[in-house]
């Protein structure tokens, strides 16, 4: 049986999956914690395919049967469990505290990294970067993350802009045409007021990027998915990893988008550099 993370192999081998067993690998993806405590016939009900379907994708990632993929699932689990769960206790310490909200923020982002699509990222960038217009939608938590969104493309010549009410993107959308993109970003991936906005984007013919989980209703709307899956409890508390994973890939369609602009656009980061320079203190005084 292989050591490696089966994880990234699930992800790794969507590609080449039949429809049906990529329907089974983005359920596993989303929720590894539930499924491995299932029978085969409740793995086949939740993705609603077949039972031969399951095993024909347990041997399609190299597994012998069911039995070995639950178990290479549970060994997985037990280590992204050890590396530390964000539940803090009464009697837990400053150092309990921000031990736990740590290790758990570094095993929440590892975990995106190795689900990651990268062809969902070079597809998001691609269309980004010949866009003439980017605009970034999202609610709550993830507001915060389209105006940190906005402000890294603005920096790039993208004329950008973020919207966190519905109204002002129900206004945007009517500008929009089929040479602008609208990126929505949800924690959730399904935000009533944000699968509005979408529909109505693309009613006047932006293409939709979105950052949110597989299966969501927000990533199966969007032209560009890309799969962010992260569950997090938030009954007591509301955690900032889901946050941190998606400004990391906005961070990833930045550099990507950079990049495509070519080696002559360093000169303009730098002339950025050199304005942002000038409003501040310099460090050796101290009046």
Request: hydrophobic fraction near 45%; include cysteine; proline fraction near 3%.
């Amino acid at each position: 049986m292989k050591n490696s993370p089966i994880l990234s192999e699930i992800a790794a081998a969507i590609p080449g999956l039949r429809k049906s067993e990529v329907k089974v690998a983005e359920y596993v993806l989303k929720a590894p914690q539930q499924v491995m405590h299932m029978r085969i016939v409740d793995l086949a009900q939740e993705a609603q395919v077949s039972e031969p379907t399951i095993v024909r994708f347990c041997r399609g990632i190299g597994c012998n049967g069911f039995q070995e993929f639950k178990v290479r699932i549970a060994q997985e689990m037990a280590i992204a469990n050890n590396i530390g769960q964000f539940a803090i206790a009464e009697d837990d310490s400053i150092e309990d505290i921000c031990d736990k909200i740590a290790d758990t923020t570094i095993q929440r982002l590892h975990q995106v990294k190795t689900q990651l699509r990268y062809a969902q990222v070079a597809a998001a960038a691609n269309a980004i970067s010949s866009a003439r217009r980017v605009e970034f939608y999202g609610f709550g938590a993830s507001g915060a993350v389209a105006i940190d969104a906005q402000h890294k493309f603005f920096r790039l010549q993208v004329a950008t802009a973020a919207y966190s009410d519905p109204h002002m993107q129900a206004m945007s959308a009517v500008t929009l045409s089929d040479e602008d993109v609208v990126v929505a970003i949800s924690q959730s991936g399904r935000t009533k007021d944000l699968l509005h906005s979408v529909e109505f984007a693309q009613q006047h013919g932006a293409k939709v990027v979105s950052l949110a989980p597989a299966n969501t209703p927000l990533s199966q709307a969007a032209d560009m998915p890309i799969f962010i899956n992260i569950e997090e409890d938030t009954e007591q508390f509301t955690p900032m990893t889901s946050r941190i994973a998606h400004l990391m890939v906005i961070d990833m369609l930045a550099v990507a988008v950079t990049q495509r602009r070519g080696p002559e656009f360093a000169e303009h980061l730098n002339a950025i550099k050199r304005s942002i320079k000038s409003l501040r203190v310099d460090s050796g005084r101290h009046n």
